[in-house]
């Protein structure tokens, strides 16, 4: 049986370089714990991921291209040895809820990410979920108690592709910018929005955009 590593290999992932610097000077000083890779997309991250030997990636939710979620979900697919950690500016029930959903061992808050962050980091590798204080609402207890007894969650309605479009949708790209950035035809675009539309009976962008909100998918 192979035991856990005597040092944890982390692969940070958000777009602004100071961010980095910063979580990368916290994790380092830590004797168990070293960043070996960084990425400035949930992308390049994914790309990262399955080619460095990393133990646990840290994702900031909010990055263009891929967002730190959509990473996550990839990631659970692809590897699911990994351990996975979320950290955001808002403390915000249904973030966490989504992060959670999607793969990751924890949702660390910005704001106290100083104070936070190696406790995540431990707790990942131990298996164990993180929580910011104060997180153990009923939405979060309800996730929790269907995980620990392993009950069905209810099923994501869109693909991953479905959710790059609505993401791309409401930052205002255009049905050809959407298909130049996924390399994809305008048609085939038009095509996914309208079965983004029938699948979550909606009619139009605003509340495409409404969604995305809630889903972590862009900003508030």
């Not at 590897?79 to 793969?103: C, T, V, W």
């Not at 049905?175 to 539309?197: F, M, W």
Request: charged share 30%.
């Amino acid at each position: 049986m192979t035991g856990a590593p005597l040092k944890t290999r982390i692969l940070l992932a958000d777009d602004h370089a100071v961010v980095r610097r910063g979580l990368r000077s916290l994790l380092d000083a830590q004797p168990d714990l070293e960043v070996v890779a960084e990425a400035e997309d949930g992308a390049e991250a994914i790309t990262l991921a399955l080619s460095h030997d990393v133990d646990l990636a840290i994702f900031d939710i909010s990055m263009p291209r891929m967002t730190g979620l959509q990473a996550v979900r990839e990631l659970r697919q692809r590897r699911p040895d990994l351990r996975m950690l979320i950290f955001s500016m808002h403390q915000n029930e249904q973030y966490l809820y989504e992060a959670l959903k999607a793969g990751a061992s924890g949702y660390v808050l910005k704001t106290v990410v100083d104070r936070d962050i190696v406790a995540a980091c431990r707790a990942a590798m131990r298996g164990e979920p993180f929580l910011y204080p104060g997180a153990r609402t009923p939405l979060i207890q309800d996730y929790l108690d269907r995980a620990w007894h392993e009950r069905p969650l209810p099923e994501e309605p869109l693909t991953a592709r479905e959710q790059e479009v609505v993401k791309l949708i409401a930052e205002g790209y255009s049905g050809r910018q959407i298909a130049d950035a996924l390399v994809i035809s305008e048609k085939t675009v038009e095509r996914h929005r309208a079965n983004i539309l029938e699948k979550l009976g909606m009619r139009d962008r605003v509340a495409l955009t409404r969604y995305a909100i809630r889903r972590g998918l862009v900003d508030p």
